[in-house]
């Protein structure tokens, strides 16, 4: 009896002790908060009523950081255009900067060569004169740069950065084209390495002084009453076009929700007439493709 009146009386002296150390901290911490109030390090928010300069606008705040996010290094605001559901294609404004843009171009020179087709019989790559342009491919993720535009088409399309194609960098001078065409496969042997091409990001890295439009003749809808129809060339008033402007990018879909080929993305490159067109191309695949 002795031995358990002896651990009785232990334990209320324990809880007394923390309690006492709780109490101890909590007075500790309150002198502190009070020290950096009356530094004026740290300040309570203040929410009175909205005439107060103390107030706190939380709509005006979020403007402006989304007016900061959407600031482009370029200095342009990036914003996006819905150009068309059949097929169902936009235009994001701005998506890259004057330096990226700059960048692919510089980079991929050393390494340019005449392009090619993809033979829908064999699935090989072949010459051809509906596409008369030069080009390059650039491995994906070969530099910081690149990954960074890589995981921004990735933000903006919501399809993972393994499930796309390496960036490939297109030339046309004065009189290339790429004659309309389909980026889905026709063939078996170009899908075994991430199944079909769903969509298509083509961003622009130069302006074009005349002609280089990209045209959906199948594409559905008036698109002779926009207001810039008539700066458009004979070629880019055939179907739905997009005048290349450096920095935008045209974000397509080859492939209907329900994962049919989508036949209104027949898609060309008109003849550039003054000047020098330069683009990039980023295709994605409907599964992981591996480089």
């Known amino acids: 009896m002795a031995k358990t009146g002896r651990h009785s ?4 002296s324990r809880r007394s002790s923390t309690s006492t150390l709780v109490l101890s901290m909590l007075l500790l911490l309150s002198l502190f908060l009070l ?7 740290f300040s309570l928010p203040v929410s009175t009523g909205g005439d107060s300069p103390n107030a706190v606008d939380l709509n005006t705040v979020m403007k402006a950081t989304t007016d900061r996010l959407e600031e482009s290094e370029g ?4 914003w996006t255009e819905i150009l068309s559901w059949e097929p169902r294609a936009f235009l994001y404004h701005n998506f890259l900067s004057k330096d990226e843009c700059e960048y692919l171009i510089e980079v991929a020179k050393p390494y340019m060569e005449k392009s090619t087709v993809v033979d829908s019989t064999t699935g090989q790559s072949k ?3 509906v596409r ?3 080009g390059t491919f650039l491995k994906r993720g070969r530099d910081k740069i690149i990954r960074n ?3 921004r088409i990735s933000d903006f399309t919501f399809i993972p950065v393994d499930h796309g194609e390496g960036l490939q960098v297109l030339h046309y001078e004065v009189g290339q084209k790429y004659e309309p065409h389909y980026d889905y496969f026709l063939d078996d042997y170009n899908t075994k390495n991430g199944g079909q091409r769903i969509a298509t990001l083509l961003m622009y890295l130069s ?3 005349e002609g280089g439009e990209t045209v959906f003749p199948a594409a559905k809808g008036n698109f002779s009453s926009v207001s810039w129809w008539n700066e458009l060339s004979e070629c880019g008033k055939k179907g739905l076009s997009v005048k290349p402007k450096r920095g935008d990018a045209l974000l397509f879909w080859s492939m209907n929700p329900d994962a049919t080929p989508d036949p209104s993305s027949l898609h060309g490159g008109c003849p550039v007439i003054n000047g020098n067109k330069w683009s990039s191309t980023k295709w994605m695949r409907v599964n992981e493709y591996k480089i």
């Open 149 to 151: 535009i890589e995981k």
């Open 35 to 41: 020290l950096l109030l009356a530094l004026g390090i």
């Open 75 to 78: 200095g342009g605001k990036q």
């Open 9 to 12: 009386r232990l334990f209320p």
């Open 207 to 209: 302006d074009v002084e």
């Open 132 to 134: 008369t342009s030069s």
């Open 127 to 129: 010459d051809s004169r």
